[in-house]
């Protein structure tokens, strides 16, 4: 997939001056934590996860228990579970576009029947909860939605999650979501989707919002026992357990985050308010103001790009400057994903002036 091969991971970090293609906050160091891991048993653990660190991200939601949260690692692993444990090919799955490829790729790989759910930049990127209605088929197993969303950072409000639910309940279907993006809100996160009906599975993950991707710790939580048992038996075949170190430092992470989170914060605001001047003004470029999350969508106007492959080509080898292309997502490349949570202001500011040459560059 085009983002496997040309995400920053895999082009190198040192080639990209003005990193505006991720979509999480800058990477902490181990220093930084100031975590001892002198004492710890390397022994396997727990196969549902650390008790205390189950207990932990449960107490912060309604409705759920240390046995309603399964430690995953990341939530990659944790969508990858649900999708093998609980699609065939002769299932019906609804999801929405673009998105992250692992919500479109695996069901695909699985080859079942995919109805998706074409988020429009004209109607806001917004969630209809009545597209996915009219999508339902009696062989319909699974809803698969994410909030806030991945590359358009727009959410789906409580009420609309709601009639998800209602909508889940009532076809006795698979609610998953993807809630990936959840602390990164711009406000407080609306109610999990888990904690409102025991229809729904939540995925989140330390990933986005802390600057620490590389530990791979996510969750899923379900109020339905049963289903927390199939998933159970899933993460046994892939991994037993998750890595006991990575367990440790997110749990004492989550313990002592509050400093950490008030810095990240103050930074992913500052760049937001710049973002917004800039785009507010832009005679080429139009956006959907993202609601939650650390990217957005933004899309040439119709007819101002002439050569997309040589803008793209231009920001990254003449301005060290890197977004998101729109074939990333399966979309135009019109298109691309802009993150604002990862380059501090300077390099940030840079790169929005980066792009703006790029555009006088190719607009000759
Ligand atoms: C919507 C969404 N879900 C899941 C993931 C996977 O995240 P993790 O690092 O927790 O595996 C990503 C990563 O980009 C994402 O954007």
Redesign the pocket.
């Known amino acids: 997939m085009p983002i496997e091969i040309e995400s920053p991971e895999s082009l190198g970090y040192d080639s990209i001056a003005c990193n505006l293609a991720e979509?999480s906050v800058r990477d902490l160091s181990f220093r930084d934590l100031g975590i001892d891991l002198q004492e710890l048993i390397l022994a396997y653990g727990d196969h549902m996860g650390k008790p205390a660190l189950r207990e932990l991200v449960a107490a912060s939601h309604r409705n759920l228990e240390a046995a309603d949260v399964l430690i995953t690692a990341?939530?990659?692993?944790a969508?990858f579970m649900v999708h093998t444990a609980f699609l065939r090919p002769q299932d019906h799955l609804v999801v929405l576009r673009p998105n992250?490829a692992?919500?479109i790729e695996t069901p695909r790989a699985i080859g079942c029947q995919i109805s998706f759910i074409d988020l429009l930049f004209e109607e806001g990127f917004t969630v209809s909860v009545e597209k996915i209605k009219k999508a339902i088929r009696p062989n319909t197993r699974m809803i698969s939605v994410?909030t806030p969303h991945?590359p358009t950072g727009t959410e789906i409000g409580e009420y609309a999650m709601g009639e998800l639910c209602r909508l889940a309940e009532l076809h006795g279907i698979v609610l998953l979501v993807?809630e990936?993006?959840r602390d990164l809100g711009f406000h407080e996160p609306s109610t999990l989707a888990a904690s409102l009906s025991g229809q729904a599975i939540s995925i989140c993950?330390m990933?986005?919002a802390y600057g620490i991707?590389g530990i791979?710790l996510?969750w899923l939580m379900t109020q339905n026992k049963y289903w927390q048992e199939v998933l159970l038996a899933a993460k046994e075949q892939i991994c037993i357990c998750n890595s006991v170190v990575d367990e440790e430092i997110g749990y004492q992470f989550l313990l002592g985050k509050d400093p950490f989170i008030a810095g990240i914060g103050k930074q992913t605001q500052e760049n937001f308010r710049q973002l917004c001047d800039w785009m507010d003004h832009h005679a080429y470029l139009e956006w959907v103001k993202p609601t939650g999350g650390v990217v957005c969508f933004p899309r040439f106007r119709e007819g101002t790009l002439p050569d997309a492959e040589r803008f793209y080509h231009v920001l990254l080898n003449q301005y060290q400057t890197y977004v998101g292309p729109g074939h990333w997502f399966e979309q135009e490349m019109r298109y691309f994903r802009l993150g604002f949570g990862w380059e501090k202001k300077e390099a940030f500011m840079a790169g929005l002036e980066n792009i703006d040459r790029a555009i006088r560059d190719c607009r000759g």
């Open positions: 979509s990341g939530a990659a692993a969508l992250y692992t919500n994410t991945n993807d990936t993006y993950s990933s986005k991707p791979r996510g």
